[in-house]
């Protein structure tokens, strides 16, 4: 019987540009293109051992963020999973049982795309071990019919585009610099680290419930040519205001959808209005968030030190996680977790 074993790493991603509505939720198609920045240090690790072969369920194992043994992760997590790695077999035509045992260097849950790093690294990990070496927009795209969208984006390293594709098989993401090219510092600052209420996928669905959903629409053409124009210039301060309005925006349409999905808590407000105030003194940096709590504060990598004790001294700040431009997702031989 084969056996085969891969550990893959991928990062996280802090989309500029959101994905917030789609057309197809299940196999997350957007309703607008997103952009995004792939992180560093905020990462997931995954472990597939694949059994050809052999029958009975996958075990999915989970490894704490502070560490310590692994364990049978929680059915919420292990579905998703299992949905995935069955989809990937049938699709391969590979019969044959898991092993997947995962870990995160960063709080799962809390507005850090925990699903998109994990989702790409165990798409990755899982068709090297069914034998099946994917391209990047392949891994692309089979992370995205994981369900999680921004895992589209996880599967490049550096500045990233997800565009809208006019159909499913062009539904991938592609590179619009790497991360050598620009490196962004990202000051993730935490004020919950515990799991959110409502998820990004009943957030997607909710969205277009939002009177205001056509005017941001509306709104994302502009907004996505700043983006790209101030990232092959290399240029913050170009789009500084419009990453901040489009983070904004986001929330705006999760408060008026129906029902009201409210993510921010009071430190959050703290948080954004501080970043303002360092901007008008003339400080690099803005902020933007995902379906969370928590901030992401973005700044030039000269200014981080002078930015970190700013956020830290804001009361009811848990802790900031520095974080900055990162690469393609990597995989090797072997089951490390
Ligand atoms: O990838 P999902 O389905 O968890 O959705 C991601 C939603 C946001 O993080 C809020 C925006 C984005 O583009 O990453």
Redesign the pocket.
Known sequence: MVVREITAEAAS???L????G?TDLAS?L?VNP?I?MTLSRCRSRCSATFHEGESGEDEILLLPERGGQLETAPREFREPIAAHLTRLRTAFERPGRFRIATHNTFPAAA?I?S??SGFTALTLAASRALGEPLDAEQLSQWSRRS???????SAFGGWVE?PRGPGEGEAHAFQLAGEDDWQVSDLVTIVASDAKKV???E??RRAPTSPYFPQRQAQLPRRLEVVRRAIAERDFSAMAETVEEESID?HLIAMSSNPAIFYWRPTTLAVLERVRELRRDGLPVCST????PNVHVLCLPEVEQQVLPELEAIEGVERVLSDRTGGAPVWREGAEL
């Open positions: 991603n802090i989309a540009i959101k994905y917030w789609a997350a957007p997103s995004s507005g795309a699903s998109a369900g999680s969208g921004s895992a589209a984006r997800w998820s990004s996928r957030g997607h986001l968030m995902d379906a969370g």
